[in-house]
């Protein structure tokens, strides 16, 4: 069965710190892709980054990096210079490639507070 | 490029009735899911429809149901509600046709208060 575990209900940081927010995942497929998303207390999933299980280097986009151990099945994210606005719920989340009809498999997710 | 956009964005039932919601998905995307999210929990997948046909579906009963249209829009209907149905509804769209697995987009949600 496939499976993400987060294990940080909640993570606090000061603006402009570096934060990691842990993700394992569990599965047998050989090909999938890990995402990562942001949820505001407006509700709307906001895609951050990609990561595919064929990808040699860890994905990067703007402030946000992707620390993908594959033989740990972990894929950390970490939000370099923390702002106010980075103040949501973080999901880690996977999906199998070239499978019709699958879907994103979340975990529960990790609450951030940005202070200043 | 218009995004993915859902309505209504809150709604209120009672337990027994029906409800019908409905995304509009992202322009030039041809898939569309649908999860449902319970309070501090992650969304869970309800099911998938590309090319107008179901695609995939989770571990939810019958009672919730979809269709897609021919411009990829798409309704979860949910019969014979129940208090546990209470939850944020979210609606994903993406391209079928990549080796990868393309990003979902995921709309606004809809809200459901079940009393």
């Known amino acids: 069965a496939q499976k993400i575990t987060q294990t940080q209900p909640g993570m606090f940081v000061q603006e402009k710190e570096a934060v990691t927010l842990d993700c394992t995942y569990d599965?047998?497929?050989?090909?999938?892709?890990l995402f990562w998303y942001k949820q505001p207390s407006s509700g709307e999933m906001i895609f951050l980054i990609y990561?595919?299980?064929?990808?040699?280097q860890n994905a990067t986009e703007g402030r946000y990096s992707l620390n993908f151990q594959k033989a740990r099945k972990s894929a950390n994210l970490v939000i370099s210079a923390s702002q106010l606005g980075d103040s949501a719920m973080y999901f880690c989340?996977?999906?199998?490639?070239?499978?019709?009809?699958?879907?994103?498999?979340f975990g529960k997710g990790t609450t951030l507070s940005v202070s200043s | 490029e218009t995004g993915v956009t859902q309505s209504p964005t809150h709604l209120i039932k009672t337990r027994g009735q029906q409800v019908t919601l409905r995304c509009s998905s992202q322009?030039?995307?041809?898939?569309v899911s649908w999860y449902q999210q319970a309070l501090g929990q992650g969304p869970q997948f309800i099911f998938q429809?590309?090319?107008?046909?179901?695609?995939g579906r989770g571990n939810f009963p019958p009672r919730f149901s979809g269709l897609q249209f021919p411009n990829y829009s798409s309704e979860l209907n949910v019969n014979a509600l129940e208090l546990d149905d209470s939850a944020l509804y979210l609606c994903?769209?993406?391209?079928?046709?990549?080796?990868?697995?393309?990003?979902?987009?995921f709309g606004p949600g809809t809200r459901l208060t079940v009393l």
């Open positions: 994903a769209s993406s391209w079928r046709g990549h080796t990868r697995p393309s990003e979902q987009f």
């Open positions: 599965t047998s497929d050989q090909s999938y892709g």
């Open positions: 990561q595919g299980s064929y990808d040699e």
């Open positions: 989340a996977m999906r199998p490639y070239n499978q019709a009809g699958t879907a994103l498999i």
């Open positions: 322009s030039g995307h041809n898939t």
């Open positions: 429809y590309y090319r107008e046909e179901e695609n």
